[in-house]
């Protein structure tokens, strides 16, 4: 089964490389995919984003790199052929934010939507945080 782990990944941070080995574990092919978000200001060229994915994803022998950056999530999904994605949730606030997204992508295309919850030592970190850190 093909699962596709979708996000901005802007920068690539500890708790998405995590997800990503973990849901190497689960599914036989893994696509961790840099997406467009119009709710967010890219700071990373995606070029830069795929390069970290790349690197995330080096031992990872069912992980594969792409980027979609027009158009639905469901659209890229209907096209790779891909049923299953992925969203790593760190707290309640996170989950209420995929639902309607996982409801949608459903009913559009009957995607469905694994959660998994992030490892507590790494929950606290965003992207946002990486990078005001750096």
Do not use: W
């Amino acid at each position: 089964m093909r699962a596709l782990f979708p996000g901005s990944f802007d920068p690539v941070a500890q708790g998405h490389q995590d997800i990503l080995r973990r849901a190497a574990l689960l599914f036989d092919e893994v696509v961790v995919c840099v997406m467009f978000n119009a709710n967010k200001t890219g700071r990373f060229p995606v070029t830069d984003r795929l390069d970290q994915l790349r690197a995330a994803a080096t031992e990872l022998g069912n992980v594969t790199v792409g980027s979609h950056t027009g158009g639905l999530l469901v659209d890229y999904c209907s096209r790779a052929g891909i049923d299953v994605v992925i969203r790593g949730v760190r707290d309640v606030p996170d989950l209420e934010y995929e639902m309607p997204m996982a409801r949608m992508n459903h009913e559009l295309a009957g995607v469905e939507t694994v959660f998994i919850a992030a490892d507590p030592a790494l929950a606290h970190i965003s992207s946002t945080l990486v990078t005001a850190m750096s």
